[in-house]
């Protein structure tokens, strides 16, 4: 088994993971401004690094998970000028803004807990951090990397690179090249220079999110806010900071300049990034209304949707993809992930109850039992090879087939041995549940009933009673389950 190779945006190559502390890992993920729902770009984001976390518990090391909430200092368009975006909201709905975060951050849990994500070890908060960030920003400007202008305070990018640095390495971008780009904008004639980004913003009389501060009255600046949290609870370097492709410019290389300026060291080992959503091809975008939010995927509500598709059906068709590649979003493509999804948790519904049974009569099939091992070790292999969880589904898929062989008697456990049919069971729940977080969807009635109506299906067909027999059939149908007909059995099945 090959070791854990990660892509590190900042090398643009992937590299051996080895972390700063043998055993040990510190993880910060940029989590959501809670001013609306949470979309679906996000669920991307946070499924890449809930594969990760739960591969790094699995593999033995000891993860400090850290993912904030940013619940004040992101203005609306990302910069520097303009309204705060949980400000704006509390404004127009006549809430306080702690109103509007706290009914937001729920969304946010709720649906994260429907796709089966872990939670993580700390949950910090901007606003909760308010005396670390001031005192960042007091040294910042001691050391001569930060101004104050009208009761700002700026980072200074200049004397940033003069000692030496690379504002613009993360992103891969020259800093002449982004002075060319920058617009005029209100609020510029305070910077020394046009990138220069706040670490500390004025409040106007209006902004009602606001705090005293030794430069007057208001608010941190968004990118200051993850600076603080992670140094303060992973150290002045950590191994993983992970985000949205959308934040690696200008959210994340402004932390490295912070990060830097107020440490001397470089705050983040592995910078990961995952890739965009598209739908049929088109960007996800509100104004092309084709963007959707996770609620009307679960219940099908919307227009370019042509039915429902549940949580994990939705997790399995996001883990058919590379993280760092695009992924679309299509009818046509839910469905097939449907399908998919639902072959898988067929086979965890079986394999659970598959028991080994000695047959001495029975020979040992080395090729099968090769090929089983194969599998396993090619899931360990593909999840190594920075979480490639779609070569690492394929895997899976092979595991399957012989679970379904076993289970139509088309293939006698003792033809694998003990040993590797105790490795084939483990290890398809084990992958399936423990690292790719497919949870079992259970039927609206229970397993007890499906039961007991499996029973009486029994019943009626051997009394001859077909219009009963076709009443269950129905049912099961209706609620998309199949009944299977089988020579040693009768069972149910997810249908696919």
């Not at 510190?26 to 990760?52: E, K, Q, S």
């Not at 599998?375 to 679970?403: E, H, M, P, R, W």
């Not at 039927?443 to 009394?463: H, N, Q, R, T, W």
Request: proline share 4%; hydrophobic share 35%.
């Amino acid at each position: 088994m090959q070791a854990l190779k990660l892509y590190n945006s900042l090398s643009r190559k992937k590299e051996l993971f080895e972390p700063l502390n043998p055993g040990y890992v510190g993880m910060y993920v940029c989590g959501p401004t809670v001013y609306n729902n949470v979309h679906l770009g996000n669920i991307r984001t946070f499924l890449t690094f809930d594969i990760l976390y739960r591969y790094l518990l699995h593999t033995g090391y000891k993860v400090r998970y850290v993912r904030n909430i940013t619940d004040v200092g992101h203005l609306v368009g990302d910069g520097d000028e303009g309204e705060d975006k949980i400000g704006k909201i509390a404004k127009l709905e006549k809430l306080e803004p702690m109103e509007v975060v706290q009914r937001y951050t729920n969304d946010f849990h709720d649906v994260l807990n429907q796709f089966n994500f872990l939670p993580p070890s700390i949950e910090p908060s901007a606003t909760g951090h308010l005396i670390e960030q001031i005192e960042a920003v007091q040294d910042l400007i001691q050391k001569g990397l930060a101004y104050e202008s009208n009761g700002s305070v700026y980072f200074d990018i200049n004397k940033y690179n003069e000692a030496g640095n690379n504002y613009g390495k993360l992103s891969g971008r020259i800093l002449e090249d982004l002075l060319n780009e920058t617009r005029a904008l209100d609020g510029q004639a305070e910077k020394r220079n046009p990138l220069d980004f706040a670490i500390w913003k004025k409040a106007a009389p209006e902004h009602i999110m606001q705090w005293n501060s030794p430069w007057g009255k208001g608010f941190p600046g968004w990118h200051l806010e993850c600076t603080c949290m992670s140094v303060k609870y992973l150290g002045n370097q950590f191994d993983i900071h992970g985000g949205g492709m959308d934040l690696k410019f200008p959210h994340h290389e402004c932390e490295i300049a912070q990060g830097k300026g107020l440490t001397g060291e470089d705050p983040v080992r592995y910078w990961m990034h995952s890739n965009m959503l598209t739908v049929n091809g088109q960007k996800m975008s509100k104004s092309l209304g084709n963007s959707f939010l996770p609620r009307e995927l679960i219940t099908g509500d919307h227009p370019l949707l042509e039915q429902a598709y549940s949580p994990m059906t939705v997790r399995f068709f996001m883990l058919q993809s590379h993280y760092r590649s695009t992924l679309d979003f299509s009818n046509d493509a839910l469905k097939a992930a449907q399908k998919g999804y639902r072959r898988m948790l067929n086979g965890m519904k079986i394999v659970k109850d598959l028991t080994y049974e000695p047959n001495a009569e029975v020979d040992l099939d080395e090729k099968k039992i090769a090929d089983i091992q194969k599998a396993i070790s090619g899931f360990y292999d593909a999840l190594n090879d920075d979480l490639n969880t779609a070569v690492g589904l394929a895997q899976l898929f092979t595991l399957l087939k012989y679970v379904n062989m076993i289970y139509m008697n088309q293939l006698a456990s003792a033809a694998l041995g003990e040993e590797t049919f105790e490795a084939l069971k483990k290890n398809f729940i084990l992958f399936t549940q423990e690292i790719l977080g497919l949870a079992e969807e259970v039927p609206g009635d229970g397993e007890s009933v499906l039961k007991g109506m499996l029973s009486l299906y029994k019943e009626y067909k051997a009394a001859q009673q077909y219009d009963k027999v076709d009443e269950i059939r129905a049912y099961f149908k209706n609620n998309r389950m199949v009944i299977k007909d089988m020579k040693h059995k009768i069972d149910w099945a997810w249908e696919e």
